[in-house]
């Protein structure tokens, strides 16, 4: 089996990714219907509430998320995914069924998707630490690239196949199948088989646990760093659900079809970048940063695109720089902690990542109504460049880094340490004093 799918090895971890793949193909399916519900059906062509909505499904991550990483730490992680997984599908089915009968309006879906974001943010840190019990220690960077491949896979047939389904027999009935997909996630984990797990060390009861995660993330300024730059650009750039559907709607002219046409041909990019993420043993802080600023390049040209056509193929290098910074930040974090702080350290980085989108998403859709579609995705641009600087400067001032580029037979960016590696506990620094970025 090749170096880029070598976790698929391991019986529960083929269980996990087939049963996430199904499932993810329809939460893919559920977001292209929810905002085009609301933007065509509900209100007239409001991307303001679109950006409610979207900000609504994410605000539990920041206001309950280093709880529910805590759980993630203590609980059996097996048992609370099968609760989580339940509850996500029992609440997509309540609004297709809401939506079949004729009898939603604009607050209902306000609430799903608020209930929807509690689930999440209970399911999001213990799927997270879950994907480590699953592979040994030296294949969980792979096992996070193939997460995100098989989330973009689905990106490829969700949206196409939900723009189909919504244009046939409505959004209800989206809405309905998704939920219907979280009992392959179920059966998936009940089937699994715990004897060939990598079980870690639950955290002991004890006051001052979540504090305690806080003062371990603050001590590590790689980890701010990742989480600094990520919070920023989920903020402000990765809003493709909202600048797609305002940009096919209101810039273009578009129906439902097109609409889901954006998002699986965004996947093709981002499949590519988690592909290609698969493969690396050791992800760093530079990628991530290098990530930004493609991605703050590749969302200008995007944006200025004067034809539908020349939209939709300037979304693969957007997809493929946004994956290959959301994954690389991922692996980078998993791979570098203690594992018994495992859940409380990746709810804190889902906190901010995700958590941003409830401030972020109001803000780009008044500015897609103000000052047109095009705009909602440059201020993603924008920031996301400035915080890329921002970062580099930081770390060039702070970890006594420098660039340099020297032309060879391939060319090669160098990034020169030069100070020696400073101790556990903060940026892990390599101990070569140079080596090709």
């Given at each position: 089996m090749s170096a880029t799918f070598s976790s698929l090895r391991y019986p529960n971890y083929r269980l996990w990714f087939g049963a996430a793949l199904v499932a993810n193909i329809g939460t893919w399916m559920q977001r292209i219907a929810q905002d085009w519900l609301v933007l065509t059906d509900l209100t007239d062509d409001s991307g303001v509430a679109v950006g409610i909505t979207t900000a609504l499904q994410f605000l539990p991550f920041l206001l309950i998320g280093p709880w529910t990483g805590l759980l993630a730490d203590r609980l059996p992680r097996r048992q609370l995914l099968m609760a989580t997984q339940g509850a996500m599908g029992v609440l997509a089915l309540g609004l297709g069924v809401l939506v079949l009968s004729g009898a939603a309006e604009l607050w209902h879906v306000y609430a799903f998707a608020l209930g929807l974001g509690v689930a999440t943010a209970f399911d999001n840190p213990v799927?997270?630490?879950?994907?480590?019990?699953?592979?040994?220690?030296?294949?969980?960077?792979?096992?996070?690239?193939?997460?995100?491949?098989?989330?973009?896979?689905?990106?490829?047939?969700?949206?196409?196949?939900?723009g189909?389904?919504?244009?046939?027999?409505?959004?209800?009935?989206?809405?309905?199948?998704?939920?219907?997909?979280?009992?392959?996630?179920?059966?998936?984990?009940?089937?699994?088989?715990?004897?060939?797990?990598?079980l870690k060390d639950r955290a002991p009861r004890g006051k001052g646990q979540i504090l305690e995660g806080l003062r371990y993330v603050r001590g590590r300024s790689d980890i701010v760093v990742i989480m600094v730059v990520m919070a920023v650009v989920s903020t402000f750039g990765l809003n493709f659900q909202l600048t797609s559907a305002m940009m096919a709607r209101v810039e273009f002219d578009r129906g439902a079809g097109e609409f889901g046409l954006l998002g699986s041909v965004l996947a093709i990019g981002s499949l590519t970048g988690a592909l290609l993420a698969a493969r690396r043993e050791r992800p760093r802080v530079r990628l991530v940063i290098g990530a930004a600023f493609a991605f703050a390049v590749a969302t200008a040209v995007n944006a200025?695109?004067?034809?539908?056509?020349?939209?939709?193929?300037?979304?693969?290098?957007?997809?493929?720089?946004?994956?290959?910074?959301?994954?690389?930040?991922?692996?980078?974090?998993?791979?570098?902690?203690?594992?018994?702080m495992r859940g409380r350290v990746m709810a804190l980085y889902?906190?901010?990542?995700?958590?941003?989108?409830?401030?972020?998403?109001?803000?780009?859709?008044?500015?897609?109504?103000?000052?047109?579609?095009?705009?909602?995705?440059l201020v993603g641009s924008i920031t996301t460049l400035a915080v890329a600087l921002a970062a580099t400067v930081w770390a060039m001032r702070s970890w006594r880094v420098t660039v340099r580029y020297r032309l060879l037979r391939r060319p090669h960016l160098e990034v020169v340490y030069l100070d020696p590696p400073v101790p556990a506990g903060d940026e892990p620094v390599p101990a070569e004093r140079a080596r090709p970025a």
């Open positions: 799927r997270q630490a879950f994907v480590a019990e699953l592979v040994p220690p030296e294949r969980l960077s792979n096992a996070v690239g193939l997460n995100s491949a098989s989330f973009n896979a689905a990106r490829l047939v969700g949206p196409g196949a939900a189909l389904l919504i244009a046939a027999v409505g959004s209800g009935w989206v809405f309905v199948i998704n939920g219907l997909t979280f009992a392959a996630t179920i059966a998936a984990v009940a089937l699994m088989r715990p004897a060939a797990m990598w200025l695109m004067p034809t539908y056509w020349l939209y939709v193929v300037t979304t693969i290098p957007v997809g493929l720089s946004a994956l290959t910074m959301m994954t690389a930040a991922n692996s980078t974090i998993q791979t570098s902690i203690d594992p018994v889902m906190m901010v990542f995700l958590g941003s989108t409830p401030i972020g998403s109001p803000v780009v859709g008044w500015i897609g109504e103000a000052f047109g579609p095009r705009w909602s995705i």
